[in-house]
C-alpha cells in the first residue's frame, strides 16, 4: 500500500474524530446546562441535588473523553503532516509508534477509529521500511499533544461545585 492511502485513511480517521468531539461537545453541554438546573432547584426537593451531581460526573467524564479525543487529534494531524513531507525511514518509525500510542487511548472511546489507525499502522509498515528513532521525540510529540487539548478544555466553564449538606 503505497504512503498516499495510508495518509487518506488518517485524514479519514480526522474526519470521524471530527464528528464524534461535535456529537460529544453537544451532549457534555447538554449535561451541563441540565446540571445548572438542578442545582437552581435544590432549595425545593433534595432529590435534585443528587441529579446535579449525577450530571456533573456525566459531564466531568465526557470532557475527560473529549480531552483524550483532542489530544489524538493533534497528533494524528502531526502524523499526517510528517508522512506528507518527510520521506525517511525515520519518520515511518515516529509515525508508527504515535499510531500505536493513539490506537490504545482510543480503544475504550472510538473503537472503529482506533481499529482503523491499527490497519494504517501496518499498512504503513509493509510499504516502507522504518529506522527507529528517537522514543523520546514520539513522547514529547504526545506531551505537546495533550498541552493542546488541556489548553482547548480550559474553554470549558468550570463545573459547579454540587456538594451537599448533611444534616
Known amino acids: 500500500m ?10 479519514g480517521n480526522l474526519a470521524r474524530i471530527d464528528a464524534t468531539v461535535a456529537k460529544m461537545s453537544m451532549h457534555e453541554h447538554r449535561f451541563f446546562v441540565k ?16 441529579r446535579a451531581s449525577m ?9 475527560r ?7 489524538s487529534r493533534y497528533a494524528l494531524e502531526h502524523v499526517i503532516s510528517v508522512l506528507e ?3 525517511s525511514g525515520r519518520a515511518v518509525w515516529e509515525s508508527s509508534e504515535i499510531l500505536a500510542a493513539l490506537r490504545k487511548r482510543l480503544s475504550m472511546i ?14 504503513l509498515l509493509q510499504g516502507e521500511i522504518p529506522v527507529q528513532g528517537d522514543a523520546g521525540r ?8 495533550d498541552g493542546y487539548a488541556d489548553e ?14 448533611r444534616g
Do not use: F, Q
Open 2 to 11: 503505497s504512503r498516499s492511502e495510508v495518509i487518506r485513511i488518517l485524514k
Open 55 to 63: 450530571y456533573a460526573n456525566e459531564c466531568a467524564e465526557i470532557r
Open 65 to 71: 473523553m473529549l480531552r483524550i479525543i483532542l489530544a
Open 110 to 123: 472510538i473503537p472503529e477509529v482506533s481499529y482503523l489507525l491499527g490497519v494504517a499502522r501496518d499498512k
Open 85 to 87: 513531507s518527510e520521506h
Open 35 to 50: 446540571c445548572v438546573d438542578a442545582l437552581e432547584r435544590t432549595s425545593d426537593d433534595p432529590v435534585w441535588r443528587m
Open 152 to 165: 482547548r478544555m480550559k474553554d470549558k466553564p468550570d463545573l459547579p461545585s454540587v456538594r451537599g449538606e
Open 138 to 145: 514520539v513522547d514529547a510529540i504526545l506531551a505537546e499533544a
